[in-house]
Nanobody, 121 residues
């Protein structure tokens, strides 16, 4: 089984910073893409930042210049450094990975359980 475990969420004041971590564990042959999504109450889940299968990064326009995604391939871990946080960044943040568990197996998407980020004004 594959698990994505997020950590680092919490309550922070507007203008503050948080760093999220997501570690993938279990039987993993290769990770093709990995990133962060978020879902605020009453809204659809949206991409925040991610690494594509080609190794490039994508950011939502709303977080460009404030958030930075990074990764440690040896640890199958992705990080999201969030700075200059705003109340509208309040959401549950989910880690996502597109990976293959076995040689010759199919690729599948996996999700973490989510971590709450709350930004107070």
């Amino acid at each position: 089984q594959v698990q994505l475990v997020e950590s680092g969420g919490g309550l922070v004041q507007s203008g503050g910073s948080l760093r999220l971590s997501c570690a993938a564990s279990g039987r993993i042959f290769s990770i093709y893409a990995m990133g962060w999504y978020r879902q605020a109450p009453g809204k659809q889940r949206e991409l925040v930042a991610g690494f594509t299968s080609g190794g490039s990064t994508n950011y939502a326009d709303s977080v460009k210049g404030r958030f930075t995604i990074s990764r440690d391939n040896a640890k199958n871990t992705v990080y999201l450094q969030m700075s200059s946080l705003k109340p509208e960044d309040t959401a549950v943040y989910y880690c996502n990975a597109d990976l293959r568990r076995n040689v010759g197996g199919s690729r599948s998407m996996y999700w973490g359980q989510g971590t709450q980020v709350t930004v107070s004004s």
